[in-house]
């Protein structure tokens, strides 16, 4: 019985499929909008594993996020140099999380 994705996958993952001995059905995603929408799911989808990644896949699931987060922002026509200015700008106006402060409550 065959297993529905309708996923985005890396681009090697049809051939490493077949090699296996498996078949699969594709499509490329041709419209821009799909597209990102698709990539904004499989970010979520990465952060859901590295949410529960032991130590030894911390790793491999970060550098999956990387991946995500470099076409996305390849998609949008951003640059790394862009994305890192904004991050800067948002650490000096918001601090970073190397204090490691857990907001518990606020009081009106």
């Not at 529905?4 to 041709?30: F, H, W």
């Not at 130590?55 to 640059?79: F, K």
């Amino acid at each position: 019985m065959p297993t529905e994705y309708m996923k985005l996958v890396r681009d090697r993952i049809p051939a490493i499929i077949q090699q296996n001995g498996s078949t699969c059905e594709t499509v490329v995603i041709a419209d821009d909008n799909e597209y990102q929408q698709a990539l904004r799911e499989k970010l979520i989808e990465e952060a859901c594993e590295l949410a529960v990644a032991t130590s030894e896949q911390m790793l491999i699931e970060m550098a999956d996020i990387y991946e995500v987060l470099d076409a996305l922002i390849s998609s949008y026509g951003l640059s790394p140099e862009t994305i890192r200015r904004v991050q800067a700008q948002r650490r000096s106006e918001r601090g970073s999380f190397n204090q490691r402060i857990r907001l518990l409550r606020t009081n009106p």
